[in-house]
């Protein structure tokens, strides 16, 4: 199970305006720009990013559903901030964790193994 959603309110108060300056400049913090499924209003969102194979691995650290991750199978598209370069990604797809580990650096796998991420997404940069 991985980060509680009930934690995601706390977060998007306390955590992410402290995390948000960092996000897209040191990774693996990224920020992933998403449109609302009906608003179409602009988000941004900090997440955790991996490099991978034509395209970024998103952990889904508060498991599947989220808004940012609907958004995005919504529209099928996002763009991602990662070390301070935008890339236009496509085709969101959950992957395997066994397909997951193979981009993510050890230390970072286990971290993200000891608060039980268990969910990744791959998106196919354009």
Not at 2 to 25: E, Y
Not at 44 to 63: C, E, K, Q
Request: hydrophobic share 40%.
């Amino acid at each position: 199970m991985p980060i509680p959603k009930t934690m995601t309110k706390v977060n998007r108060t306390l955590f992410n305006p402290i995390i948000r300056p960092f996000a897209g400049r040191i990774p693996p913090l990224a920020v992933v720009n998403h449109w609302g499924r009906s608003s179409e209003t602009a988000y941004r969102t900090p997440i955790f990013a991996f490099p991978a194979s034509r395209g970024f691995v998103i952990a889904l650290v508060y498991g599947r559903n989220t808004d940012w991750e609907r958004n995005v199978a919504s529209s099928g598209r996002c763009d991602l901030v990662y070390r301070n370069q935008r890339h236009m990604l496509v085709n969101p797809h959950l992957i395997s964790q066994d397909e997951a580990r193979t981009t993510i650096p050890a230390p970072l796998w286990v971290a993200l193994r000891a608060i039980r991420v268990d969910s990744f997404l791959k998106l196919d940069e354009t």
